[in-house]
T-cell receptor, first 112, second 110 residues
Framework: DGGITQSPKYLFRKEGQNVTLSCEQN?????MYWYRQDPGQGLRLIYYSQIVNDFQKGDIAEGYSVSREKKESFPLTVTSAQKNPTAFYLC???????????FGSGTRLTVV | LAKTTQPISMDSYEGQEVNITCSHN???????ITWYQQFPSQGPRFIIQGYKTKVTNEVASLFIPADRKSSTLSLPRVSLSDTAVYYCLVGNNAGNMLTFGGGTRLMVKP
C-alpha cells in the first residue's frame, strides 16, 4: 500500500542534542511538508519542499533544518537552537491533480 | 496565501447533522478546498475535497457557493466516533505553502 511512514513514533532526547525525524513516502508525490503540533493547537508549517533539492521555510523554521536529496525522503532535524522542541511532528505529501494531501502518523518528540 | 477561518468548537448529539463552515476570502482560482479529520496523536485524515458547487462521498458532503469564499462541511447523522478536530485547507496540491487554520473541535454527545 502507498503511504507515508514516519519513524520513530516516540522519541526522547536530552536537551542540547540534535535529533533527526524520518519521513518516507512511496506515493511518488513531488511536494512534502513538515508540521509541528502542540497540545490542543493546530498545525504549524515548519518547512516544505516542492521538488528534489529544493525547500522553503514555513512559518516556524527557526531551529529546524531539512534536506530533500531524494523524492521519497524529507528528513527533519530538530537542532539545539530550537528553544522548545517537545511537540508532535507530522509529515505530509501532495501532488498536483491528486485528491488532497497524505499525512503520516506522526512522531512525538520529548526533550528532557 | 488563502487563510481560513473556522469556529473554534461545536457541540452536537448523536444522530444529528452537523455543518461546519470555513471562510477563505482570498482563495485563488486554482485552489481546491479540502477537509480533514484529526483524532488525538494521529495524523489528519482526508475527508472530502471540492472546487465548486456540491461534492458528496460516503461520509460527508461539501457545499461551496459560487464565489468560493466559504465552504461548509456537512456530516450526516454524527456518532460519538465523529468527535475530533476538523480542518479546512485551501491549496492546489502543487507544493505551495500550506497553512492550516485552527480547526473546529467537534464534540458529539450521547
Amino acid at each position: 500500500d502507498g503511504g507515508i511512514t514516519q519513524s520513530p513514533k516516540y522519541l526522547f532526547r536530552k536537551e542540547g542534542q540534535n535529533v533527526t525525524l524520518s519521513c518516507e513516502q512511496n506515493l511518488n508525490h513531488d511536494a512534502m511538508y513538515w508540521y509541528r503540533q502542540d497540545p490542543g493547537q493546530g498545525l504549524r508549517l515548519i518547512y516544505y519542499s516542492q521538488i528534489v533539492n529544493d525547500f522553503q521555510k514555513g512559518d516556524i523554521a527557526e531551529g529546524y533544518s531539512v534536506s530533500r536529496e531524494k523524492k521519497e525522503s524529507f528528513p527533519l532535524t530538530v537542532t539545539s537552537a530550537q528553544k522548545n522542541p517537545t511537540a508532535f511532528y507530522l509529515c505530509a505529501s501532495g501532488q498536483r491533480n491528486t485528491m488532497g494531501y497524505t499525512f503520516g502518523s506522526g512522531t512525538r518528540l520529548t526533550v528532557v | 496565501l488563502a487563510k481560513t477561518t473556522q469556529p473554534i468548537s461545536m457541540d452536537s448529539y448523536e444522530g444529528q447533522e452537523v455543518n461546519i463552515t470555513c471562510s477563505h476570502n482570498n482563495i485563488a482560482t486554482n485552489d481546491y478546498i479540502t477537509w480533514y479529520q484529526q483524532f488525538p496523536s494521529q495524523g489528519p485524515r482526508f475527508i472530502i475535497q471540492g472546487y465548486k458547487t456540491k461534492v458528496t462521498n460516503e461520509v460527508a458532503s461539501l457545499f461551496i457557493p459560487a464565489d468560493r469564499k466559504s465552504s461548509t462541511l456537512s456530516l450526516p447523522r454524527v456518532s460519538l466516533s465523529d468527535t475530533a478536530v476538523y480542518y479546512c485547507l485551501v491549496g492546489n496540491n502543487a507544493g505551495n505553502m500550506l497553512t492550516f487554520g485552527g480547526g473546529t473541535r467537534l464534540m458529539v454527545k450521547p
